[in-house]
C-alpha cells in the first residue's frame, strides 16, 4: 500500500504530515514524500501557511531537509521555498546548461535571499591525468553469499 503523494493531498488544513512521509526500508532513516502529479496551483501550494507549518515540522524533526524543485528561471518554487531552507545547492549539467541562464541565475541569488551553499556540476566527460586510473582500478567489490565470495565489477 503506497500512501498519498504531496500534490494528492493538497496540503489540505486537516492534513496530518505524518500521512505523506514514506520511510524508506532499504535506508536506516531516510525518508521521502513524493511530490505527485502537478497541481493546478503550485505557487499557492508552496506559499500556504500550511506548507509553512509542515516545513517547520521537517526542520524540528530531521536532520537534513531537501527539497527537490525545478529550475530556478522562469518558476517561483525556489523563491518560495529558500527563505525556510539553509541554502540551496544548484544543479548544473555540462553541454545542456546555457551559460546566461546561469548568469542570470546568479543576478537572481544577488537579488534574493537565498544562500547559495554550492554548485554540483555533472554531465563532465573531461578524463584528467589519475583520476581514470584510481576509478580504473577500484572498481570491484567483494560480494558476500553466505559461505561464498564473488568479486563483481561496479
Given amino acids: 500500500m503506497s500512501l498519498p503523494t504531496f500534490s494528492q493531498k493538497k496540503i489540505s488544513a486537516n492534513l496530518n504530515v505524518e500521512q505523506v512521509i514514506q520511510k524508506m526500508p532499504q535506508f536506516k532513516d531516510l525518508f521521502v514524500i513524493t511530490a505527485g502529479p502537478i497541481p493546478p496551483d503550485p505557487a499557492r501550494l508552496l506559499s500556504s501557511d500550511k506548507m509553512k507549518q509542515m516545513m517547520e515540522y521537517f526542520h524540528q524533526n530531521f536532520d537534513l531537509v531537501i527539497y527537490d524543485v525545478p529550475p530556478m528561471l522562469g518558476l517561483v518554487d525556489v523563491r518560495?521555498?529558500?527563505?525556510y531552507t539553509d541554502g540551496l545547492m544548484l544543479v548544473v549539467?555540462?553541454?545542456?546548461?546555457?551559460?546566461?541562464?546561469?548568469?542570470?541565475?546568479?543576478?537572481?541569488?544577488?537579488?534574493?535571499?537565498?544562500?547559495?551553499?554550492?554548485?554540483?556540476?555533472?554531465?563532465?566527460?573531461?578524463?584528467?591525468?589519475?583520476?581514470?586510473?584510481?576509478?580504473?582500478?577500484?572498481?570491484?567489490?567483494?560480494?558476500?553469499?553466505?559461505?561464498?565470495?564473488?568479486?563483481?565489477?561496479?
Fill in 93 to 154: 549539467r555540462v553541454g545542456q546548461t546555457d551559460k546566461s541562464a546561469l548568469n542570470q541565475v546568479e543576478e537572481n541569488l544577488k537579488i534574493a535571499p537565498i544562500n547559495l551553499l554550492g554548485l554540483v556540476i555533472n554531465g563532465d566527460k573531461t578524463r584528467l591525468p589519475g583520476y581514470n586510473y584510481y576509478y580504473s582500478n577500484h572498481r570491484e567489490a567483494v560480494h558476500s553469499d553466505e559461505n561464498k565470495s564473488t568479486i563483481s565489477t561496479l
Fill in 80 to 83: 518560495l521555498l529558500a527563505p
